[in-house]
């Protein structure tokens, strides 16, 4: 989240940033939140932290996913036609609670649709500007574990209706893949991969020589 508000901060005061640096975040966005969204994972013993009701209420969580098309599919491999940010298309296709019956509560959707909202301005924020003079931007990207970046619906092992698992899955840091770390189109910036998981990829040993050359004495 931090990398996300700083490209936001960046593109409205771009001249206060010497250099910027962003480590594993989903710039471009993706599913790769995806298992937590909808089917819940523990987190140590707390079963209920990352369960989809508690998710649901989370305003920030929604934008991690992109604006353009998700890459989700259908079991003959078609790419389904699914807007993120259109609550009608969470009960359509049975997205989070909503694969639950009786879920899509006037409450619940009035709730969503705020926050979907609320997600798509952020994420607007986002997009490149061209009158804006951008200092030198460096992406560290991990391509070491294999990581969620497509899903199913009503694949061969669906939870709820959405599989997760049947799809390749690609190399990643095990929550973003490379390329839903690099900046949106547009911005000019310096890649730079490595093989570490999603918490570790700022332990690189190259980051302070990435980031000396900008440093202000």
Same mark, same amino acid.
């Given at each position: 989240?931090?990398?996300?508000?700083?490209?936001?901060?960046?593109?409205?005061?771009?001249?206060?940033?010497?250099?910027?640096?962003?480590?594993?975040?989903?710039?471009?966005?993706?599913?790769?939140?995806?298992?937590?969204?909808?089917?819940?994972?523990?987190?140590?013993?707390?079963?209920?932290?990352?369960?989809?009701?508690?998710?649901?209420?989370?305003?920030?969580?929604?934008?991690?996913?992109?604006?353009?098309?998700?890459?989700?599919?259908?079991?003959?491999?078609?790419?389904?036609?699914?807007?993120?940010?259109?609550?009608?298309?969470?009960?359509?296709?049975?997205? @989070?609670?909503?694969?639950?019956? @009786?879920?899509?509560?006037?409450?619940?959707?009035?709730?969503?649709?705020?926050?979907?909202?609320?997600?798509?301005?952020?994420?607007?924020?986002?997009?490149?500007?061209?009158?804006?003079?951008?200092?030198?931007?460096?992406?560290?990207?991990?391509?070491?574990?294999?990581?969620?970046?497509?899903?199913?619906?009503?694949?061969?092992?669906?939870?709820?209706?959405?599989?997760?698992?049947?799809?390749?899955?690609?190399?990643?840091?095990?929550?973003?893949?490379?390329?839903?770390?690099?900046?949106?189109?547009?911005?000019?910036?310096?890649?730079?991969?490595?093989?570490?998981?999603?918490?570790?990829?700022?332990?690189?040993?190259?980051?302070?020589?990435?980031?000396?050359?900008?440093?202000?004495?």
């Amino acid at each position: 989240m931090g990398g996300l508000v700083s490209l936001a901060l960046l593109n409205r005061q771009p001249d206060a940033f010497v250099h910027v640096l962003f480590g594993g975040i989903p710039l471009r966005g993706g599913v790769g939140f995806s298992e937590e969204m909808h089917v819940g994972l523990p987190t140590g013993r707390n079963q209920r932290v990352s369960d989809p009701h508690m998710l649901f209420t989370c305003p920030s969580i929604y934008t991690l996913y992109p604006l353009g098309r998700l890459d989700c599919f259908a079991p003959d491999g078609s790419a389904l036609d699914l807007d993120f940010f259109n609550p009608g298309s969470w009960v359509e296709h049975g997205i @989070g609670i909503f694969a639950d019956p @009786g879920e899509a509560t006037p409450e619940h959707l009035e709730f969503l649709g705020w926050a979907l909202g609320r997600a798509r301005t952020f994420r607007e924020q986002l997009i490149h500007r061209k009158d804006a003079a951008y200092p030198p931007i460096t992406v560290v990207a991990s391509h070491g574990f294999p990581t969620l970046a497509t899903a199913m619906r009503h694949g061969p092992k669906s939870v709820r209706g959405w599989d997760l698992k049947s799809m390749p899955r690609r190399p990643g840091d095990q929550r973003v893949c490379p390329e839903h770390a690099l900046p949106p189109d547009g911005f000019e910036y310096e890649r730079v991969e490595n093989a570490l998981e999603h918490g570790a990829i700022l332990e690189d040993p190259r980051i302070p020589e990435l980031l000396t050359p900008h440093a202000r004495g």
